[in-house]
């Protein structure tokens, strides 16, 4: 398997277009597109690869994530990559290795700012990022397509037409990108005006461009508006407990430590900017930092956001994410990269077609954790696909799958991919039969959870 010292070598000596596209096609002998389907999984129990992926969270918020995931099977999906990965590892596979995302789902997918703020569309979330088997990611963002639709009602035949129209569109858009100059696709940007283009209806784009006006409006500006707020004189993060608290430190000594511990953090992430956006974090002062519980499967683990002000009114806010170990490598060769923040960033900027100024990584001193660090809703933006209908998720899958292309095509050799899932509809039917095929193990995986909390398997729900 390639890792990621090998990426930069997936072009190396394969010759032209048409020699790499055979390789591609080459491919299928080993792995044929059909045993992408294949969704016989191993005998596990999905409580079991939960609890063992606690390890290292913080355990007052394990509750908060397991509740969660309880909420529906789309929920239960977004936590449950460890799940996931162990199933896609006993699984046949093909051998066109490409950076992955590592947790392909459709709410990982939305709207960001190029450093020219423009907005784009494409994958935003890279903690689970590292070279793998192409499929792995188009397979779980398949899968995803199909417990949405199921949460809203959609019949199997919709859900199909769903996956399919997402295969597809990742079919063809793989295909062009084989075509273009290497550095074109190297400089393709998905953005919010394609995304509009694509658009089937007028009711539809109206809807598109709502969510990118809001997009728009977010910066640490208007984080500032809501989320600070003066206490005793100071400005400081308003707390929102149990999401958003301070650490409490008793004592100067104590103070002291913190203080010390977090400027030092700042010092190494400052080492990991170039040069010129060195100069420009310069000019903000730290004002304070704060604990912030986010996502679903990233519950548990340390966030944190930091506010800084530059002329004492001038505010940007900053996330500080935990970097553990990628759920995928204990079934892929580990990560290179000695901090999981630089293995996140290098993966963030591979994928994307333009990455947050302020991308960078550090590590905590005094625990030893590895951490990214981004703006926080830096002009960023979510479709609230729970209100879907199947025109709509369709349409998103299009999207997806055109941003899925975009990325594994500058992260790897689209040739390759393009010549393994060919020209016919070969690829597009095996991955639908996976993906309806994996929806009802998430749900029966989802049910399992809610069997053990009512059985009291799951002790740190109980004693929340």
């Not at 449950?80 to 990982?108: C, E, K, R, W, Y």
């Not at 310069?282 to 990233?298: F, H, N, P, T």
């Not at 975009?406 to 039917?429: C, N, R, T, W």
């Amino acid at each position: 398997m390639t890792t990621e010292q090998d990426i930069s070598g997936l072009f190396a000596g394969r010759g032209s277009l048409t020699t790499r596209i055979n390789l591609g096609k080459a491919a299928r002998k080993k792995v044929s597109r059909e045993k992408l389907a294949d969704c016989k999984l191993e005998k596990r129990d999905p409580i079991v690869l939960l609890e063992a992926s606690n390890a290292g969270r913080v355990p007052e918020l394990i509750p908060i994530r397991y509740g969660r995931m309880l909420a529906n099977p789309f929920a239960f999906y977004r936590g449950s990559a460890p799940v996931m990965a162990f199933d896609l590892a006993s699984l046949p596979h093909s051998d066109i290795t490409v950076q992955l995302g590592g947790d392909a789902h459709l709410a990982n997918f939305g709207l960001f700012a190029s450093p020219e703020r423009r907005i784009l569309f494409g994958p935003n979330d890279f903690d689970e990022t590292l070279p793998g088997p192409f499929d792995w990611d188009m397979r779980r963002l398949a899968a995803s397509f199909v417990i949405a639709a199921r949460e809203r009602g959609f019949v199997t035949r919709d859900q199909r037409a769903i996956v399919r129209r997402l295969c597809e569109t990742f079919r063809q858009r793989i295909a062009a990108f084989a075509k273009m100059d290497t550095l074109d696709v190297w400089y393709y940007q998905f953005r919010a005006t394609t995304l509009l283009e694509l658009a089937d209806t007028a009711e539809e784009r109206q809807k598109e461009l709502a969510v990118i006006d809001k997009a728009r409006l977010q910066s640490s500006r208007s984080v500032m508006s809501h989320a600070t707020e003066m206490v005793n004189g100071k400005l400081q993060i308003r707390e929102a407990r149990p999401l958003v608290y301070h650490i409490p430190v008793e004592g100067k000594r104590e103070r002291k430590q913190y203080d010390d511990m977090v400027r030092r953090f700042f010092a190494d992430y400052r080492l990991t900017l170039p040069d010129e956006r060195r100069a420009l974090f310069d000019r903000y002062e730290l004002v304070d930092v704060a604990i912030r519980v986010v996502g679903v499967g990233s519950v548990g683990t340390r966030c944190y956001e930091a506010l800084f002000m530059a002329d004492g009114e001038c505010p940007l806010f900053l996330q500080l994410k935990e970097a553990r170990a990628s759920v995928l490598e204990g079934y892929l060769p580990a990560s290179q990269y000695r901090n999981h923040g630089q293995r996140v960033v290098t993966g963030q900027r591979l994928l994307q077609s333009a990455s947050d100024i302020f991308l960078g990584w550090s590590k905590m001193q005094h625990t030893g954790g590895d951490f990214y660090v981004r703006q926080l809703r830096d002009m960023k933006g979510a479709f609230d696909f729970a209100t879907f209908d199947v025109e709509d998720l369709s349409e998103y899958a299009v999207s997806c799958g055109t941003a899925l292309a975009q990325s594994m095509a500058k992260a790897g050799d689209p040739a390759l991919i393009a010549g393994y899932v060919g020209k016919s509809s070969a690829f597009d039917e095996a991955i639908e039969r996976f993906a309806l095929a994996y929806a009802e193990q998430n749900e029966a995986d989802w049910r399992a959870l809610k069997a053990a909390v009512k059985a009291g398997r799951v002790q740190a729900i109980l004693n929340a």
